[in-house]
């Protein structure tokens, strides 16, 4: 199935960012955050706890996105799991029409929010028709399967990515960042490897995925994202392979979008930009 | 929330047990097995794959099914993804009432099926109102975030497990197995450290939780069931541990579980054996 298709009945739109986004310049996707919280109407909750400076990402971002017009801005800087349990900390999502988790540590950030009040009230705002956005560590959060940590490298092979239980907003991807930035195709086939029923989505900076309710993904910014898609997989060796060994996978495939390219998760289908045939890119 | 809770709608019952299960005296695991399948009326499918010799694995489990009354029992032998994609396959299960994953190595066994048409029909079966047993690595490969790899040892620290995607029937559990034998608490206790939402479940060997659709699970066997529930979690250094240094973990809450005693998943609550209150076992 999986089962955990139910998960996108929920009816928030999801936003990854691939890291190190434009915040100085025309700052594209971060507007198109605000943007789709609601512009000038936009009441917004930053969220730093993934990175080791919180205070400061979280100050940053808050005045980010009041220069971009949001109409409020708060920023929740959880530090402690008791924090995340206090009812008044995850009250502040109830007016949110937007989250966003900064870049930093994803395994930091779940170890704070997993299973807490705040993390709990996180996904039923989503459910009900929160956007959460998320940046780099934050991106890669938001997934059911996280990628926690990884080697570089552009073939799969053992033990090069480590996954664990992320916030679950999206049960359908496995989100990777900085993705050319670091060489991260390696890792990211070796995800899906495992169980091709989950898709690999490497997101280069600058770049993010507006993933809407219907499960359509829309590409922005300045880079690509690579979607890994294994449902044709016919075989991989990975349950053979020992120690750190080179991974064999056929069939896996792969589609690279940018800006204004869209992917059906339902379908598996990409569709280019608003042409009904598809195009050359120049 | 988790959204994965949607999961438990399944009308299912699920039974991993935690491997080397009696198979030649009382056979009490395998029995309940068959019983919950519907006795005499029993409709099994026996799928080995997860097996390295899974042909002498398959046709043991199908003489013993048959042994204990079960009216048709059938082995699907899955050793290539395509035959995994094969409809004449998948069929098979249309008319099951039961389906049991044999032991083995459960990277094997979801590289096998995870995101084929067989994968996806069992997650549907299983929604519908088929039992689904597995032993040893079937038991593992239940578990939404399956426990792939991973070392020994009381305490949890740093890569001491390794999860990937598992078959996703139980989203709540991550289940590990041999869980005495192989003085596995460690790494189920990082897994848990990752993201508290996730209930991790240890089953000793001839032992078996049978987790029924109300999300009760009831224990069965000789040994003991280790619950590790993380919901309390105080504080876990997990994000900040280097290289494979020891994780600490404050306020994990263990329960361990003996035959006749259930533990419920949606409150979190253990339950002692049909008494109104608790008892000291002799």
Same mark, same amino acid.
């Given at each position: 199935?999986?089962?955990s298709h139910f998960a996108h009945q929920a009816k928030g739109y999801l936003m990854?960012?691939?890291?190190?986004?434009?915040?100085?310049?025309?700052?594209?996707?971060?507007?198109?955050?605000?943007?789709?919280?609601?512009?000038?109407?936009?009441?917004?909750?930053?969220?730093?706890?993934?990175?080791?400076?919180?205070?400061?990402?979280?100050?940053?971002?808050?005045?980010?996105?009041?220069? /971009?017009?949001?109409?409020?801005?708060?920023?929740?800087?959880?530090?402690?799991?008791?924090?995340?349990?206090?009812?008044?900390?995850?009250?502040?999502?109830?007016?949110? #029409?937007?989250v966003?988790?900064?870049?930093?540590?994803?395994?930091?950030?779940?170890?704070?929010?997993?299973?807490? /009040?705040?993390?709990d009230k996180l996904s039923a705002c989503f459910a009900s028709g929160l956007t959460v956005?998320?940046?780099?560590?934050?991106?890669?959060?938001l997934s059911q399967?996280?990628?926690?940590?990884?080697?570089?490298?552009?073939?799969?092979?053992?033990?090069?990515?480590?996954?664990?239980?992320?916030l679950g907003l999206t049960t359908r991807i496995?989100?990777?960042?900085?993705?050319?930035?670091?060489?991260?195709?390696?890792?990211?086939?070796?995800?899906?490897?495992?169980?091709?029923?989950?898709?690999?989505?490497?997101?280069?900076?600058?770049?993010?995925?507006v993933i809407s309710p219907d499960n359509t993904?829309?590409?922005?910014? #300045?880079?690509?994202?690579?979607?890994?898609?294994?449902?044709?997989?016919?075989?991989?060796?990975?349950?053979?392979?020992?120690?750190?060994?080179?991974?064999?996978? /056929?069939?896996?495939?792969?589609?690279?979008?940018?800006?204004?390219?869209?992917?059906?998760l339902e #379908?598996?289908?990409?569709?280019?930009?608003?042409?009904?045939?598809?195009?050359?890119?120049?």
């Amino acid at each position: 199935m999986d089962l955990s298709h139910f998960a996108h009945q929920a009816k928030g739109y999801l936003m990854p960012i691939g890291g190190a986004e434009d915040k100085i310049s025309q700052r594209l996707v971060l507007n198109r955050f605000v943007q789709r919280c609601g512009g000038s109407n936009a009441s917004l909750v930053v969220i730093p706890t993934a990175s080791s400076m919180s205070a400061e990402s979280g100050s940053r971002y808050c005045k980010i996105f009041s220069e /971009l017009g949001a109409r409020h801005v708060e920023c929740l800087n959880i530090q402690h799991r008791h924090e995340a349990n206090d009812p008044a900390n995850s009250a502040l999502l109830d007016n949110a #029409s937007g989250v966003f988790l900064t870049g930093g540590d994803q395994v930091r950030l779940v170890a704070h929010l997993g299973g807490t /009040l705040l993390g709990d009230k996180l996904s039923a705002c989503f459910a009900s028709g929160l956007t959460v956005g998320g940046t780099s560590a934050g991106a890669s959060a938001l997934s059911q399967h996280m990628i926690a940590y990884g080697r570089s490298g552009a073939s799969p092979s053992q033990r090069m990515v480590q996954l664990s239980p992320g916030l679950g907003l999206t049960t359908r991807i496995t989100i990777d960042q900085h993705f050319r930035q670091r060489d991260r195709l390696g890792r990211l086939m070796t995800a899906v490897a495992f169980n091709p029923s989950v898709i690999g989505m490497g997101l280069d900076e600058d770049t993010a995925v507006v993933i809407s309710p219907d499960n359509t993904c829309e590409v922005i910014g #300045s880079g690509s994202v690579t979607v890994v898609d294994g449902s044709q997989l016919e075989y991989t060796d990975i349950y053979s392979v020992k120690g750190h060994g080179p991974i064999a996978t /056929l069939g896996m495939k792969l589609h690279v979008l940018t800006s204004g390219y869209r992917y059906h998760l339902e #379908s598996r289908q990409p569709e280019p930009p608003m042409q009904t045939t598809p195009v050359i890119k120049q």
